[in-house]
Nanobody, 113 residues
Framework: VQLQASGGGLVQPGGSLRLSCAAS????????MVWYRQAPGKQREFIAA???????NYADSVKGRFTISRDNAKNRVYLQMNSLKPEDTGVYYC????????WGQGTLVTVSS
C-alpha cells in the first residue's frame, strides 16, 4: 500500500474520531506527513502536518481541536479529531511533502446530528 487512510465514520457534533494512515516505508521514512480534507463541492484543503522529528502545524480551522501524530516504527500517521463540527465533514486524505500526485484512498468523515 502506498497511502491508505482509515477510521472515518458518522459522528455527532462535539464527538471525536481518530483517523489512521498507513504508508509505504519509502513514502513515510524521513518525510513530513500531512492530512488534507475535501468537503463536498470544495477543493482539497490542508489540515495538519508533522515532520519526521515530530514538529506539527495546523490549519487555523482545526487548531486546538485536532492533533496529528506519527509512529515511525509502524509507518503510520494519525489524526485525533475532537470537538467535531458539521463543517469538518469531508473525505480525509494523507500524503507526504512534497505531495505525491496520487492521493490514495481517503476516509469519509460525516459530522451530523
Amino acid at each position: 500500500v502506498q497511502l491508505q487512510a482509515s477510521g472515518g465514520g458518522l459522528v455527532q457534533p462535539g464527538g471525536s474520531l481518530r483517523l489512521s494512515c498507513a504508508a509505504s516505508g519509502s513514502i513515510f521514512s524521513g518525510n513530513t506527513m500531512v492530512w488534507y480534507r475535501q468537503a463536498p463541492g470544495k477543493q482539497r484543503e490542508f489540515i495538519a502536518a508533522i515532520t519526521s522529528g515530530g514538529s506539527t502545524n495546523y490549519a487555523d480551522s482545526v487548531k486546538g481541536r485536532f492533533t496529528i501524530s506519527r509512529d515511525n516504527a509502524k509507518n503510520r500517521v494519525y489524526l485525533q479529531m475532537n470537538s467535531l463540527k458539521p463543517e469538518d465533514t469531508g473525505v480525509y486524505y494523507c500524503n507526504k511533502l512534497p505531495k505525491l500526485p496520487s492521493w490514495g484512498q481517503g476516509t469519509l468523515v460525516t459530522v451530523s446530528s
